[in-house]
């Protein structure tokens, strides 16, 4: 949280100086016009800020604030409920993280994780593979082009439910498998189930977004490439991997940031409480629907501080471009970003 | 490299909607528990499937123009209407008057004052069910009236059976050994014996506490003390991971919900099915979609060491603390639960109804033959644990209940835990 309070003047100073400011000033100049800047730059955007205080800070802060407290818990002697909630601090924590639901949270905590980082990686390779043989230019390709993105179009909530069909017990899954898989109550199978739903539905993504990348490479250096003698695969992976870098790096972000927060897919195909493929999102689900807003609040909590980790481990270590700040770089030197991209993480 | 700084901070917004959807919760109450006032007022139920409840609340609307009834539908998933009712409580809306609860749900409504206090004195509930009475009332004051009742019924292939010259039978016991005889039958090629409701959900709760009741055992005592370390409650779960472990219940069973039990019956894969009365019409359907029509025919749940106990399903209408036209509310739960309502939903919907009377009328005996065996299914019937805290205290059940018919847990392990689990849940209330 704290990282946020220096937000407001900072960005401003960043994201509007390249504007204002000659190439090649002197450090003093800058510093008599930044503040004028800076100032007229947080007014201007401070409607913004206030706008995403109310709808980003508040919620994080009220959760925050909400998981500190338990309500509920006792009976007078009526047996009616204790009206009001109690303060417990850090209780519900440790509960969660060693007590006695510690059990649930962590198979829940590994359970997110390994649907992250199975179905990421499939996805980022069949998106890949889409990506390129959606590139090609053969007759059809709009209609490969359209079709690759039907499952991506449809909602979730409908995929998982065509996926149960074909994986219940006298489905078309174990139909095609000559087997009685019980897809719904064998730990592993489900697991199997979760994931060929997933990437099912999400490689597409992947591959549109790199398709995207794909079409802002020059055919100039794959020409060049050629001319110089190398082979298909010399030419994918050190020509077009590193170009299409950018574009695939945001969209495995995303990615991953939507598969930590998995919930309607593994809620409708397998379904609630099953401890093979119960995520952190359902774990918070299931304790707000049996009135638990603290420990409801705690796990939203703890995943969204999960998920803002990863996020911030991955921005670092591979440098995603998440706010399109290589666009800006691109005006200020086209050269440079093609030298950067063919190099290793910046 | 200074917009780095930009970059956390962007990847944290991205985050927080991931928190944003929970909040909420807690509030002073003012709680109005006097019935008065009256007017126009909602009533929340379940989807109308059949059109017997759109069809009753016309009546009343049109004999009480400045006092109309407006239904809302809430989705046909019970745990949804839970929740949606649960929500309309802690933001204390009075968007919903008359509740038509599950009657699990019974306790925890009134516990959290949710609903308000109804008048003993004003209902005569003489013709009522007793053991449909048992859920309308908490800490023996009443806080809702039954308004629809359901129990489980052994379907049989009453054609098999003949032909073994087997009456049906009212032990698990003499289930299996009838099943001995059936499946070497020719015609009974690929069946197999029995299935009921194993799938992790309510049903599970509902086929475990059915077993435990049904040899001898309780889950929690009359005291409101949690009692599955008995030795009758390890006698019912290990009858259920037996069926599993020798095949009497095929393995495909333990994904089963009411739908796919369903489907194994009328496919003609089943001998004996645990289920409701809704099946009952679609097992009979002549129209080909059903093999088994007039071939089968109900009977009481069978017992293990004693009698069969059903569990005791069925809704309450209750009266939400929130709402205005508390005394209209009064008046619409009366003529809702009346006998000629409820003879009426039990024609048009098949919906199983609170007053004996009706079971024993021959009208309806022609038009439903399972009525008199049902009104013996729900006069023996036990309802499910009475906890304020039931959303708790059922998922701790199917936890440890699916963990031994998986076969992850020893019986008596998982009952162990239950037991230690259970004592928590109800400890703390």
Known sequence: ?346 | MKTLRWRPVSVMMVAAFVVAGCGGGGGDSSTSSEISGRGPITFATGKDVTGAVTQAVETWNGSHPDQRVRLIELPADGDQQRQQMVQNAQTESGAFTVLDLDNVWNAEFAANRWVVELPKDEFDFSPFLESAMKTARYRDRLFSVPAYSDGGLLYYRKDLLNKVDAQPPTTRKQMREICAKVLKLPAAEGMSCYAGQHAKYEGLTVNFAEAVHGAGGQIVNDQGQPTVDSQEALRGLETMVEGFRSGIIPRAAIAYKEQPNKRAFIGGELVFSRNWPFMWSQANADDGSSKVAGKFAVAPLPGITGKGVSSLGGHNLAISSFAENKATALDFIKFYTSKKQQRQRLVKGSLAPTRSALYDDPELQRKYPYLDTLKKSIQSAEPRPRVVNYGDVTLAIQDEVYAAISGDKKPDKALNALQRRLEKLIEQK
């Open chain 1, 1 to 346: 949280m704290s990282m946020t309070t220096d937000t407001p003047t900072n960005p401003e100073v960043d994201s509007g100086s390249p504007g204002h400011t000659p190439t090649g000033s002197r450090k003093g100049r800058r510093s008599g016009s930044v503040t004028g800047t800076a100032r007229l730059a947080s007014a201007l955007v401070s409607p913004t800020l206030l706008v995403l205080a109310v709808v980003v800070m508040y919620p994080i802060i009220a959760a925050l604030y909400q998981s500190l407290f338990v309500s509920g818990q006792r009976l007078d002697a009526q047996g009616f409920v204790v009206e009001g909630r109690q303060f417990v601090g850090l209780g519900t924590y440790a509960d969660i993280l060693f007590g006695p639901a510690a059990e649930r949270f962590w198979n829940a905590f590994w359970n997110t994780t390994f649907f992250t980082v199975v179905t990421v990686a499939l996805e980022t390779v069949l998106g890949m593979a889409m990506a390129l043989v959606m590139h090609q230019a053969f007759r059809g390709r709009g209609l490969v082009r359209a079709s690759v993105l039907v499952p991506w179009a449809i909602p979730t909530a409908v995929s998982a439910l065509l996926w149960r069909w074909i994986f219940a017990p006298d489905g078309v899954a174990n139909a095609i498998l000559d087997q009685q898989v019980l897809w719904s109550s064998q730990a592993f199978a489900s697991k199997i189930a979760v994931i060929t739903a997933e990437v099912w539905k999400t490689a597409p993504f992947v591959g549109l977004l790199v398709l995207a990348g794909l079409q802002v490479i020059s055919r100039e250096v794959h020409e060049a490439a050629t001319v110089d003698g190398a082979s298909a695969w010399r030419r994918f992976w050190h020509i077009t991997l590193p170009l299409v870098k950018p574009a695939l790096v945001v969209a495995v972000l995303f990615r991953m940031l939507d598969a930590l927060r998995m919930f309607d897919l593994p809620f409708i195909l397998i379904g609630q409480q099953k401890d093979s493929v119960e995520t952190l999102s359902m774990l918070a689900f299931s304790e707000a629907t049996n009135v638990h807003y603290g420990p409801a609040a705690a796990y939203a909590t703890l995943l969204f501080a999960y998920v803002a980790l990863i996020a911030f481990v991955f921005v670092k270590l591979l440098g995603a471009d998440v706010i399109g700040e290589a666009r800006s770089q691109v005006t200020k030197s086209r050269g440079a970003r093609f030298r950067r991209g063919k190099g290793s993480a910046r």
